[in-house]
């Protein structure tokens, strides 16, 4: 079983909607997670950050963790054709949250439609 | 402000040929990395140099070496390359470790 767990996609939602993306973990020592938004032939950028378990919110993105279900979510209202990117999760079992022990999700494909 | 800069943004090379990837930052960080995309594997870490003086090896570092010539820039190169390395590298850099990382826009290399 992978460390980390994201469905590819692609997900085509209309403008305006909630979307909703996810990632499965297996390694309970995570401890810091992030959500990266790369758009195409770009390099990734940091989103959210939070650490252990909680929601965080930030203008129309919200991040969410459940340790107990190694599950974390990110949320993003009104979408708008801008969000249109690949979404990466990671993750670091570090005490420290040091970048060089940062696991990868895949990443999944949102297209938002005008 | 630059950021991370990355050159060349494309690359072609044959079987056995060596390259070298620049990498450089205007931002005064301690912690550079370098990292390579592929398609169903996600970014996986090739090296990292945590500060200046200091490099060492992530998740997949065979076959590649890196320099950290100065604090701004941190290169990475391929020896002889195989079919294998065809790839998009990403450099990063962080003001600390545990900084968020801030990425380059990548060199997109194909070995034939």
């Known amino acids: 079983q992978k460390e980390v767990e994201q469905d590819p996609g692609p997900l085509s939602v209309p403008e305006g909607a909630i979307v909703s993306l996810n990632c499965t973990y297996s390694?309970?020592?995570?401890?810091?997670f992030m959500w990266y938004r790369q758009y195409s032939r770009k390099g990734p950028e940091l989103l959210m950050y939070t650490y252990s378990s909680g929601n965080k919110e930030d203008g129309r993105f919200t991040a969410q963790v459940d340790k107990s279900s190694k599950y974390i979510s990110l949320f993003i209202r009104d979408s708008q054709p801008s969000d249109s990117a690949t979404y990466l999760c990671a993750m670091s079992e570090d005490s420290g949250g040091s970048n060089y022990k940062l696991t990868f999700g895949k990443g999944t494909l949102l297209t938002v439609n005008p | 402000n630059a950021g991370v800069t990355q050159t060349p943004k494309f690359q072609v090379l044959k079987t056995g040929q060596s390259m070298t990837l620049q990498c450089a930052q205007d931002?005064?960080?301690?912690?550079m990395y370098w990292y390579r995309q592929d398609p169903g594997m996600g970014l996986r870490l090739i090296y990292y140099?945590?500060?200046?003086?200091?490099?060492d090896k992530g998740e997949v570092p065979n076959g590649y070496n890196v320099s950290r010539l100065n604090k701004r820039e941190f290169s990475l190169r391929l020896e002889s390359a195989a079919p294998s390395q065809t790839s998009v590298y990403f450099c990063a850099s962080s003001a600390q470790q545990n900084s968020p990382l801030h990425f380059g826009n990548g060199t997109r290399l194909t070995v034939t």
């Open positions: 390694n309970s020592a995570f401890q810091y």
């Open positions: 931002m005064n960080h301690n912690s």
């Open positions: 140099s945590a500060s200046e003086g200091t490099t």
